[in-house]
C-alpha cells in the first residue's frame, strides 16, 4: 500500500528586480518550476511583483529566481 502525504501549498508575493519582457516571466517561471514542478507561478511586469503557489519553502524558490539573474527584494 502507497500512502502520499500532502505537503501543504504556501501562497508567496515576491517583489523582483530587472524583468522587462516576456522572456523574464519564462526565465523566472522556469526557475520556480525547476524547484517545483507543480508549483503555480503568476509574474506582473508591471509591477515587478511574482506569485508563487507552491509546497515548496520560500528560500530554494528566492534562490532560484536570484540565480537565473533576477534579484527578489522582497518578500510577503
Do not use: F, W
Amino acid at each position: 500500500m502507497i500512502i502520499e502525504t500532502m505537503k501543504e501549498k504556501s501562497m508567496y508575493q515576491l517583489q523582483v528586480e530587472n524583468m522587462s519582457c516576456g522572456h523574464c516571466v519564462g526565465a523566472v517561471t522556469k526557475a520556480v518550476q525547476a524547484i517545483d514542478a507543480a508549483a503555480r507561478v503568476e509574474v506582473d511586469l508591471a509591477t515587478k511583483t511574482v506569485n508563487i503557489d507552491s509546497a515548496t519553502a520560500l528560500a530554494p524558490l528566492k534562490s532560484a529566481i536570484a540565480d537565473a539573474g533576477y534579484p527578489v527584494t522582497s518578500a510577503a
